[in-house]
Structures are given as C-alpha cells and as structure tokens.
C-alpha cells in the first residue's frame, strides 16, 4: 500500500537554529513530490514539487531535496513566522495524490 | 484575485440536516477534488473530477454526493449529516497532467451539533 510518512510530529527551534524536516514514501511510483505549508484555519499553500530523484528547490530559507525514498525540507535560519504546519504529498500516477500527516514547525523569538 | 474559492467558510448544522458546500476555481484548471481534513489534521481525498467526469471517489458514504456543472466549479452535497461528518472540507484544482500541483482553497469548516 503507497504511504507517506513525515517525521517529526512537532519540532520546535529557537529563531536562528536550523533544521530538517522528513518525508519517507513507499509507493509504486512517484510521480511527483509536493511541498505545502499550512497555516491554522487556512488551505495548504505550495511551496515546491520535485518530480526525480536529485532534484532540489529553494525559497527563501526553505529548501526542499528528493532521493528515492525521501525527501527532506530544510529551514536555514528560521523566523517566528515560518511557524506552520509542513504537509508532504505524492502522486504515484493518475489523478490521486497521498498526504503525510504533516510536521508542526514552531520558531520562538 | 482568489484562485481557489469556497463557501461558506463556516457551517454550523445540526444532525440529520442536508448541506451544500460550493467551490470555484479561476485558473482554468481541467480537474477539481474534495478533500476532508480530520482533527489530526490528517488530508484525505473524497473525490476527483476531470472535465466535469468523476474519477476517483475514495469509499465516501454515498450520503456524499459531488456534482460538477462546468469545469470551474466543484460542489459537495451532504445529505443526512451526522456528527462524524465535522471537519475541514477543502477544495483543490489541478491541471490535467500526472503529478501536476494541486492549489487548495480556504476550506469550510463543518461543524455537525
């Protein structure tokens, strides 16, 4: 069964302490890898999609990478407004996309 | 401009009550879903939709029904309520294609008394 795992649950850095955060996924084929944050009582927002393995996308201080059976969000630097929810999804093919339960990212001042 | 929308943003209903949630795209995308969003914040897909066709529906209750007029709309009937049906209901589009990115709209949090 195609899944997809986000680790940790909750991280939380003080502004300035860099980290990672990591999605695992076991699936019969990927067909692209999304990256989305959300903020409490509104709609995903994307970030980036990586479609092979090897590929990375930058934005700002996020910076997304993608191996075979993961990919990996990298804040450098946070601020207290990167704090969000970080939703991790994938497509293996055909109109359905799987989503991880995502990581709760909180940046103190 | 608002790429995904939704309404309402809030629903308030009580059991055994049916409800509409309406939702529009403007990004001339071809296919539109429905997903629920739980508690755990945990997104699940209900339904997907090309070209006014459903192509996925993902074992919802068939109290559940989506109904597509036009490419740019996606709406969700709700008939017979129950409390187990209160949750965030968010709408996506996406253009045709295999891994194509999927856009959220702002949700529609139901709430089931």
């Known amino acids: 069964e195609d899944q997809v795992t986000q680790s940790p ?7 300035g302490e860099s980290s990672s955060l990591n999605c695992s996924y076991t699936v019969s084929g990927l067909r ?13 927002e994307f970030l980036f999609t990586l ?10 201080r996020l910076k997304a990478t993608l191996t075979k059976k993961e990919s990996f969000l ?5 601020k207290p407004e990167d704090s ?6 994938v497509n293996t093919g055909g109109f359905k996309t799987i989503f991880g339960a995502g990581t709760r990212l909180f940046v103190k001042a | 401009d608002t790429a995904v929308s939704q309404t309402p943003k809030y629903l308030v209903t009580q059991m055994g009550n049916d409800k509409s949630i309406k939702c529009e795209q403007n990004l001339g995308h071809d296919t539109m ?16 939709y090309n070209n006014k066709e459903l192509i996925i529906n993902e074992t919802v ?11 740019a709309h996606l709406n969700l009937h709700i008939n017979s309520l129950e409390l187990g049906d209160s949750a965030v209901y968010f709408c ?3 253009q045709y294609q295999q891994g194509e990115t999927q856009y959220f709209g702002p949700g529609t949090r139901l709430l089931v008394l």
């Open chain 2, 33 to 48: 879903y429905w997903y629920k969003q739980d508690s755990k914040k945990f997104l699940k897909i209900m339904f997907s």
């Open chain 1, 32 to 44: 692209g890898l999304f990256w989305y944050r959300q903020d409490p009582g509104k709609g995903p």
């Open chain 1, 74 to 78: 990298h804040i450098t630097a946070p």
């Open chain 1, 84 to 89: 969000a929810t970080y939703l991790c999804a």
């Open chain 1, 9 to 15: 649950e909750a991280l939380r850095l003080q502004e």
């Open chain 1, 51 to 60: 479609y092979s393995a090897g590929e990375e996308k930058e934005k700002e």
């Open chain 2, 92 to 94: 996506a589009s996406s």
């Open chain 2, 61 to 71: 209750p068939n109290r559940f029904s989506p109904k597509s007029p036009d490419k």
